[in-house]
């Protein structure tokens, strides 16, 4: 079975900050990673996902992670972040293989503060 | 991206009544998906359909809840008899293939009272 693991349910940042926001996972099984975002009051919009190939992984908004095998994370990282960043997000993963639903961390709520 | 659109975006129902959630992806996918996020907690998966038929579901998928796409547009999530513990949202998804993306729509907050 899969699990993920976010450890922080808030972080606050102020804006042009650089932020981290950690996902760690587990699994027995090769695996895919995501990265999604949650406006209020909006659906989960995919921000980015490591399937293979580099570790590094860019996505929309300035976003990007990075895929470690050794340590099983996955943290996501903007360098510089916007009041508009301010959101939910949620590390998912799916097997490669057998089976394709999603397990979601428990999310960590961005505060940009200004 | 694929856009999704769910309805209705907020549901309040008496506990025990039936209630149909439904999910209207505006392209053509292959893959359907319903997951749940009671308020505070994770987003849980609930069930995927392909090809018109049931391919996993979750321990919390049991006989009170089906779906299906009734008219090859619409995919239906339907609770037979609500509990209390079925408050939550509830988002549809989609992916053009089995290793895709899955795209998520904006989800229906269903209330039990």
């Known amino acids: 079975a899969q699990s993920v693991t976010q450890l922080d349910s808030q972080v606050p940042v102020f804006e042009e900050a650089p932020v981290e926001l950690r996902c760690n996972y587990s699994s027995s099984v090769s695996v895919y990673l995501f990265w999604y975002v949650q406006y209020p009051n909006q659906g989960l919009q995919l921000l980015l996902k490591y399937l293979s190939g580099s570790t590094l992984v860019k996505g929309i908004n300035g976003f990007e992670a990075e895929f470690n095998k050794s340590q099983t994370s996955f943290h996501l990282r903007k360098p510089s972040v916007h009041i508009s960043d301010t959101a939910e997000y949620f590390c998912a993963v799916s097997r490669t293989s057998g089976t394709y639903k999603y397990i979601f961390g428990t999310g960590t709520r961005l505060k940009v503060l200004a | 991206e694929p856009e999704v659109t769910q309805t209705p975006s907020h549901q309040v129902t008496q506990m025990g009544q039936e209630v149909i959630l439904r999910c209207v992806p505006i392209s053509n996918h292959l893959y359907f998906y319903w997951y749940r996020q009671i308020l505070g907690q994770k987003v849980e998966f609930l069930v995927s359909?392909?090809?018109?038929?049931?391919?996993?579901k979750s321990e919390i998928f049991d006989d009170q809840f089906s779906v299906e796409r009734p008219d090859g547009s619409n995919f239906t999530l339907k609770i037979r008899s609500t509990k209390l513990e079925d408050s939550a949202m509830y988002f549809c998804?989609?992916?053009?293939?089995?290793?895709?993306?899955?795209?998520f729509g904006p989800g229906t907050r269903l209330t039990v009272l």
């Open positions: 998804a989609i992916s053009g293939g089995r290793y895709n993306e899955q795209f």
């Open positions: 359909f392909y090809n018109n038929e049931i391919s996993e």
